[in-house]
């Protein structure tokens, strides 16, 4: 199976707007749910935004609803999180990921199995 990688982040001012992309998606990749998981530094790691293979309807962080959007373009066996209206506290690593977790461990990091490497984002003057 291919890596994961992650790209587009980097340094935005607060409100501003970034699209991570996550490539290598293709069908020896993905499994039953993919999203974007988040880790600040002396945090834990936690879910961002996750949407089924099979289903366009995806759950987001409280935190990111309204302001943050999951989506694919299987053409391009790529996921994207387009993040709208940047806070500081969305300062973190950002992670693509895919695996099959049970539905009270889907927002459990350690429930997926294939990761990529993170794409720094950072939200500041």
């Known amino acids: 199976q291919v890596n994961l990688v992650e790209s587009g982040g980097g340094l935005v001012q607060p409100g501003g707007s970034l699209r991570l992309s996550c490539a290598g998606y293709?069908?020896?990749?993905?499994?039953?749910?993919m999203g974007w998981f988040r880790q600040a530094p002396g945090k834990e790691r936690e879910a961002v935004a996750l949407?089924?293979?099979?289903?366009?309807?995806?759950l987001y962080l409280d935190s990111v609803k309204g302001r943050f959007t999951i989506s694919r373009d299987t053409a391009k066996n790529t996921m994207y999180l387009q993040m709208n209206a940047l806070k500081p506290e969305d300062t973190a690593v950002y992670y693509c990921?895919?695996?099959?977790?049970?539905?009270?461990?889907?927002?459990?990091?350690?429930?997926?199995?294939?990761w990529g490497q993170g794409t720094q984002v950072t939200v500041s003057f």
């Open positions: 990921t895919t695996g099959t977790p049970i539905l009270s461990n889907r927002f459990n990091p350690q429930a997926y199995n294939i």
């Open positions: 293709g069908p020896s990749t993905s499994r039953h749910t």
């Open positions: 949407i089924s293979r099979n289903s366009d309807r995806p």
